[in-house]
């Protein structure tokens, strides 16, 4: 990968307005998480909740939580800065995707399928993971086209979810990647 060489390394505090600052470049303002809510993932999680590091730059990030299986989840389940001790299980077989983001200025240079691709095999590697679950906005194309060349397919739509800075309002598509064990 020559220039591509990143590495996926737990968050931590320190990390957070670095992480603050790729969050909001990346996403409408009706989509921003507040840093506790980060701060709580890094706490409970923190082995799922991992910057992406370019030498010794912070470029981006993911957030996960397991999940203990169910075909279908509320709606709720999926609200963004829902509190990861709801529903994080340290024994839970899907991995829940929360939140993914790469700094715009090194976006379409393939480093968002490389470290989802990387995210995805370190995972699996560590977790007994039989599924993966995210939810994304159908504005999101980019992001979308990740999802679907990784094996993710769309299984639910939450109506009118997410809320562009202009007000156009946008579904939420919840895709799931199955038959994700060894």
């Not at 060489?5 to 989509?31: A, Y």
Request: net charge negative; aromatic share 14%.
């Amino acid at each position: 990968f020559g220039g591509k060489m990143i590495r996926l390394i737990p968050l931590e505090h320190k990390d957070l307005d670095r992480v603050m600052e790729i969050e909001r470049k990346s996403f409408s303002s009706n989509t921003w998480e507040e840093k506790d809510v980060y701060e709580k993932r890094i706490n409970t999680f923190s082995q799922g909740n991992l910057g992406i590091w370019q030498e010794d730059k912070l470029i981006g990030f993911i957030c996960s939580e397991l999940w203990k299986f169910e075909e279908i989840y509320e709606a709720e389940r999926f609200m963004l800065s829902h509190n990861i001790e709801d529903y994080h299980s340290d024994y839970g077989d899907e991995l829940y995707i929360s939140s993914f983001a790469i700094d715009k200025n090194f976006s379409s240079k393939g480093l968002g399928k490389l470290s989802f691709d990387k995210f995805l095999m370190e995972m699996q590697e560590k977790f007994e993971i039989k599924s993966s679950i995210l939810l994304v906005s159908d504005e999101w194309i980019g992001a979308k086209n990740i999802y679907l060349k990784n094996g993710y397919s769309k299984i639910g739509l939450i109506n009118e979810f997410f809320i562009n800075d202009i007000g156009h309002k946008f579904d939420g598509i919840i895709m799931r990647k199955s038959d994700m064990l060894y």
